[in-house]
Structure formats: C-alpha cells, structure tokens
C-alpha cells in the first residue's frame, strides 16, 4: 500500500509541490549510511556534471542531517547496475557503510535522477486582410527532478519523491550560470533532497551526538572532470580540444561549482 504526501517547496514560485510516496519499511529500520549515486540526465549531459550535481546533493544532505547519517558519493565507489534495487551487488558502496561498524540493513541508496521537458510553439500574426504578417516562435522547458530512496537489503523502495519546474528565460541565472547550465533544476534537486533526508531522519536511531559547526562543502574540479561512468567519458577528454584561453575559463566556472 503507497501513502502519497505532499509538500511545498518554499522560496521557488515556478516549483511544482514535492511529491512523495512512501513505501512500508522494513521492521526497526535503522539508518545510519546514506550512498548517493551519480545524478541520472534523461538527455545528454556530460559526465562530470552527474558528478557535480551528486555533490551537491550530498552537500544538501550534510546541512539536514550531518549528525545522523554519513554520506558517500561518486567519487567513492562505482555503479554498475543503477536501475538494480540490490545495490549492494550492483554497486561497490557495501564496503563504506560495513567499514563503519553498520550492518548491511542499516544504508540506504539513493538515486538521483532528472528530466527535461521541451515544448515549442509558434504565433503568427495576420493583417486586416488576413494575409500573413509576421511570425514569432516560444519554447518553454520544464525540469523534472526525481529521487528514489532503496533499501539494498531487502531490495525495496523506500521513498520516492518527484518535483518539476518550469524555466522562466527571462529570471537572472544568478552567479552559478558560468558553470551550471540548468541552475533551476540545481536548485529543485536540493530542496527535493533537503526534503527527503528531513524524512529518512524518522529512521535514525536515537542517539546523542555532539552538534556540528556549519561546514562548508567543495570539491575540487580536477575530480569532477577525471570522473566517468563507463558510458561517457571524462571531461579531460573535452579539455584536450580546447584552446589555453577557454580552458582557463572553463576550469574557473568549474570551481565555483
């Protein structure tokens, strides 16, 4: 049986409300590892930005709930298979939550995964004789965010949450548009992560533990760029073509990633 929930997510005016559908968990369910996987593009993108945007997933995950989980991203392990549930065998992530002293039933995985949505639709204009007098074409593109939260144990689905926004072309793509060519899908999977993680921490056992300081989390852009996932190659690939100037430029937006 599915329980559908609902929540707004605040401070985004062209957001879609969250949707979230929630699975049985297994009994006493205790969480205590959270593996994010690479982000999965529904259209081309290059390999470096699933990696990019996973951290920021995880990142957005840290300021939710640093103290009760730990995370771990692209960088350390690989996916094999990421539409398989058993994502202890389909993925090498099994030895990082086990390497903490957790059981096997106490991580989760969670799968990132996004759409993008194309419409396009042309006006034309016509005289007082209804000979035509001009034309104009519009497109309007939607993001799609999903994540599934799987429970590799018992090869099960958690969680599974759902958002979407439309582009407005006329917004200020704000400082992160030297580097992240869709900034309002950025934005969505965050809140849509920070969301979901507040609702994993119903699974966190209880415990006390020492508040953290805000962190501050970056990555550098050389591990962005040298990351692949076997179908797609790394980004250095993209480098070698590009003339000194545009690489510095290019290695520059990287950063602010």
Not at 22 to 44: I, K, M, S
Not at 83 to 103: E, F, H, I, N, Q
Not at 210 to 233: I, M, Y
Request: glycine content about 8%; charged content about 25%; some cysteine.
């Amino acid at each position: 049986m599915r329980k559908l929930l609902s929540l707004a997510l605040a401070g985004c005016a062209a957001c879609s409300p969250g949707r979230f559908v929630t699975h049985p968990a297994p009994e006493n369910l205790e969480v205590l590892g959270v593996a994010v996987y690479p982000v999965a593009f529904r259209w081309d993108e290059p390999a470096y930005r699933s990696y990019e945007l996973s951290q920021r997933l995880i990142a957005a995950g840290l300021e939710v709930a640093a103290e009760r989980f730990s995370f771990w991203g692209p960088s350390e392990f690989k996916v094999m298979r990421a539409d398989d549930d058993a994502a202890w065998v389909a993925s090498t992530a099994l030895p990082l939550l086990t390497g903490t002293g957790a059981r096997p039933d106490q991580g989760l995985v969670i799968r990132p995964w996004a759409e993008k949505r194309v419409t396009s639709s042309m006006q034309e204009a016509q005289d007082a004789r209804g000979r035509r007098a001009g034309g104009s074409n519009s497109e309007e593109t939607i993001y799609v965010a999903h994540l599934e939260v799987v429970h590799p144990s018992t090869h099960e689905l958690l969680l599974e949450a759902e958002a979407e926004v439309k582009v407005d072309p006329f917004a200020d793509p704000g400082p992160d548009a030297d580097f992240d060519p869709a900034p309002a899908l950025t934005a969505l999977m965050e809140r849509l992560m920070r969301a979901t993680v507040k609702k994993l921490g119903a699974y966190a056992p209880g415990r006390t533990t020492q508040p953290l300081p805000r962190l501050e989390v970056a990555f550098t852009p050389a591990t962005a760029l040298r990351w692949s996932d076997g179908a797609r190659g790394s980004g250095e690939l993209e480098m070698v073509k590009m003339d000194p100037a545009s690489l510095d430029l290019f290695l520059q937006a990287r950063a602010g990633s």
